[in-house]
């Protein structure tokens, strides 16, 4: 395998119209690591994952994955959107669902192969959704879908995946069992997961990194290294307390701030 | 039944017309896009009325029309959303600028009842052609854009990731239902576009889980009906836009029915 690293980014700028979201980004991430995109709501989490799949251009710096620059349609990179539009397609099956994904980007009649076919069942069978496969979206629960989302996105093998807040709408049961899938198909396909929440503790035990966006400033480290009331009051730029209760991690921004891990 | 030669032709219309409708209605209706059936089918009947007055063929002033119409909407998508209103306002200029062209044209008082409730009765051999010819052109533009349309129609943030252009297979999409649209109106006529093009597609979302099974049923359907409409407009000299808005509408109930005793008996609860 290359030692290129998953994600790289040089003196990253990112932003729309005017707005600063992000600046003087300079990380790199190391290729079959689990790590955390952590931080406040608009600290641009989205904006990070959006742009390492070339859908969004930075103002300035650049930003390499897998070697080579961001750029949109690339297959090795995998992505769980959040907010899944769960409206459209609720009559149809589970399996119909994940199977638009395969090569859906391609023009033509959407034929599928013998080996078309078996590449949905083993991403089913990764996931551990066959079962759930042949019921409608629309019956399914929240975390039911997450799955198939997670199925479809293993669909041609890719080496780096990205999920923008899986976790939100679900109870502390439920997002254990997401991130323990998402830790065991890492380990078992030796991909790279970048994964955005807004909770760091369900994470805990499972991500090998933090990244941590706050106030246009970005840091990557451990849970040790980032997680602590020096290194968040530097990224915030305002005092932040860290609270650890019982394996428990609360992040405390400053006077007025609102409570988030 | 099948020995007078406007019959032949009004089946074989009804039996172009009924493949694209199903086939595009289907999508229309998992798309959540049927209201884009309704309005082009409006906006096409001031521009049937408007080419009239002009002096070109309605069908082609339709066409024309309906297709810019949709690759507008298309071009707006999203943009769409929420503005009701404004669309709601502008169908209803269209309406009304149809009626004006109509006022001017008074050669042909008949047009407006074979624009606004269907002729199939009145199609020509050369109609049938071009029913014929455009329909198949349809058909054959649907299926080269059927799997990116579904994977941007179901994943529209992930088809983006992967490269795909949303607005240009929205774009294609909608010029293909434009001109599904257009040909309804020879059958049922602008006001019943609805019954052709919606029911169907929805009737099939009910009674199967499987997309293509539900394509089939769609294009099925619509074929049935249509004919349907036709025979029981020879044997009871109604309508046939009456017969097929009824068989329509029956068969999406039906359907609907349907699905509601197997939701009670399914053995999987929501949650």
């Not at chain 1, 931080?39 to 799949?53: D, I, Q, Y």
């Not at chain 2, 044209?105 to 624009?115: D, G, K, N, R, S």
């Amino acid at each position: 395998m290359s030692a290129a690293p998953a994600i790289a980014f040089h003196d990253l700028e990112l932003g729309y119209a005017g707005r600063r979201i992000l600046s003087g980004v300079n990380l790199q991430i190391e290729s079959g690591r689990f790590v955390a995109l952590l931080g406040p709501n608009g600290a641009g989490k989205t904006s990070l994952l959006r742009a390492v799949l070339g859908l969004v251009a930075p103002l300035r710096g650049q930003i390499r994955v897998l070697g080579r620059p961001a750029r949109r349609g690339r297959g090795a990179v995998a992505y769980i959107p959040q907010r899944h539009s769960l409206n459209i397609g609720t009559h149809l099956s589970g399996r119909d669902f994940v199977a638009s994904g395969c090569d859906g980007q391609r023009w033509g009649w959407p034929w599928l192969g013998r080996r078309a076919r078996r590449e949905i069942e083993t991403a089913l069978e990764c996931v551990d959704a066959v079962e759930l496969a042949s019921r409608p979206l629309g019956e399914l629960s929240g975390g039911q879908r997450q799955r198939l989302l997670l199925a479809q996105a293993l669909l041609g093998k890719p080496q780096l995946l990205l999920l923008d807040e899986p976790l939100a709408g679900l109870d502390v049961l439920h997002q254990r069992q997401v991130v323990k899938q998402v830790d065991s198909i890492r380990q078992r396909l030796g991909i790279t997961v970048l994964f955005s929440s807004h909770d760091l503790n369900p994470l805990l035990g499972s991500m090998d990194q933090v990244l941590y966006l706050a106030a246009g400033h970005a840091q990557l480290g451990s849970v040790d290294e980032v997680i602590s009331s020096p290194v968040l009051s530097r990224l915030y730029g305002a005092h932040v307390d860290v609270v650890r209760v019982q394996k428990r991690i609360f992040v405390l921004p400053g006077a007025g701030g609102q409570a988030h891990a | 039944m099948l020995e007078y030669e406007f019959m032949r032709h009004a089946l074989l219309a009804g039996v172009m017309v009924a493949l694209l409708a199903g086939a595009s209605g289907y999508f229309l209706v998992l798309r959540k896009q049927t209201f884009a059936g309704h309005a082009l089918s409006h906006v096409g009947f001031a521009g049937a009325t408007g080419a009239a007055l002009l002096g070109a063929p309605p069908l082609a002033g339709m066409f024309a029309v309906t297709v810019a119409a949709g690759l507008a909407m298309g071009w707006l998508g999203d943009r769409l959303k929420g503005s009701d209103v404004a669309v709601g306002a502008v169908l209803a200029l269209a309406m009304g600028f149809g009626m004006l062209f109509l006022h001017f044209f008074t050669a042909y008082a008949t047009q407006a009842t074979a624009l606004l409730f269907g002729n199939i009765l009145g199609v020509d051999g050369t109609t049938l052609y071009l029913l014929a010819a455009s329909s198949l052109l349809c058909l054959c533009a649907l299926a080269m854009i059927s799997r990116p349309l579904i994977f941007a129609s179901l994943q529209p943030e992930l088809a983006e990731a992967r490269g795909l252009p949303l607005r240009l297979v929205s774009m294609l999409f909608l010029a293909i239902v434009a001109l599904a649209t257009a040909l309804c109106t020879q059958v049922v006529g602008v006001l019943l576009v609805f019954a052709l093009m919606v029911g169907p597609g929805a009737a099939a979302q009910q009674l199967t889980r499987k997309l293509g099974r539900g394509v089939a049923l769609a294009v099925a359907l619509a074929l049935a009906e249509t004919v349907g409409g036709i025979v029981l407009a020879y044997r009871s000299d109604w309508p046939v836009s009456f017969w097929i808005t009824a068989l329509s509408c029956g068969g999406y109930l039906a359907a609907a029915a349907w699905r509601h005793r197997q939701t009670r008996r399914s053995p999987y609860k929501a949650n």
